[in-house]
T-cell receptor, first 109, second 116 residues
Framework: GQNIDQPTEMTATEGAIVQINCTYQTSGFNGLFWYQQHAGEAPTFLSYNVLDGLEEKGRFSSFLSRSKGYSYLLLKELQMKDSASYLCAVRDGNYQLIWGAGTKLIIKP | DVKVTQSSRYLVKRTGEKVFLECVQDMDHENMFWYRQDPGLGLRLIYFSYDVKMKEKGDIPEGYSVSREKKERFSLILESASTNQTSMYLC???????????????FGPGTRLTVT
């Protein structure tokens, strides 16, 4: 079956760096996505990786290794507003999106 | 900015009622999606549509139907609501594969449906 794993919850300190991991097993691969979802709100797009390597966008970076079925989202200079759930999703060989359950990130002062 | 709106933020219905959830997008997107989101589970696709009057089943279509009579509007219908359909329902849209940002989905604020 197809599966995406990410930690359920993580805690980090304001100003620090946190890495949220995502591993996947899918039938084919056509890209990996990270979305941010604040409590009670809609998910919003953060990043898209289709080739191996690191994509940097401001304080957020996303890494992909297709051979390992692995990605991470790196958040630097954490701010209280970064407290949210972070959703990993993979587009499989049929171009269907498979979603992970999300990682709830708690930022402490 | 892309805007996806949903008809209600909160809805309470009784078992057996017919429920309509409406979604409207204003960016002329070809693709529209209905998901449900439950604690501890990933987003699960109910139905999607890639054109007017076209629909495709997602992972969990049982107990649901959809309607897309106009490009901007995608409706989710619960024919006979049951308690196990209590959930957060999210609508999303995305442009066609020929668009530069074809891969990005834009979500509505969600409808929290409670069936009693």
């Amino acid at each position: 079956g197809q599966n995406i794993d990410q930690p359920t919850e993580m805690t980090a300190t304001e100003g620090a760096i946190v890495q949220i991991n995502c591993t996947y097993q899918t039938s084919g691969f056509n890209g990996l996505f990270w979305y941010q979802q604040h409590a009670g709100e809609a998910p919003t797009f953060l990043s898209y990786n289709v080739l191996d390597g690191l994509e940097e966008k401001g304080r957020f970076s996303s890494f992909l290794s297709r051979s390992k079925g692995y990605s991470y989202l790196l958040l630097k200079e954490l701010q209280m507003k970064d407290s949210a759930s972070y959703l990993c999703a993979v587009r499989d060989g049929n171009y269907q999106l498979i979603w992970g359950a999300g990682t709830k990130l708690i930022i402490k002062p | 900015d892309v805007k996806v709106t949903q008809s209600s933020r909160y809805l309470v219905k009784r078992t057996g009622e017919k429920v309509f959830l409406e979604c409207v997008q204003d960016m002329d997107h070809e693709n529209m999606f209905w998901y449900r989101q439950d604690p501890g589970l990933g987003l699960r696709l109910i139905y999607f549509s890639y054109d007017v009057k076209m629909k495709e089943k997602g992972d969990i279509p049982e107990g649901y139907s959809v309607s897309r009579e106009k490009k901007e509007r995608f409706s989710l219908i619960l024919e006979s609501a049951s308690t196990n359909q209590t959930s957060m329902y999210l609508c999303a849209s995305s442009p066609s594969v020929t668009s530069g940002s074809w891969y990005e989905q834009y979500f509505g604020p969600g409808t929290r449906l409670t069936v009693t």
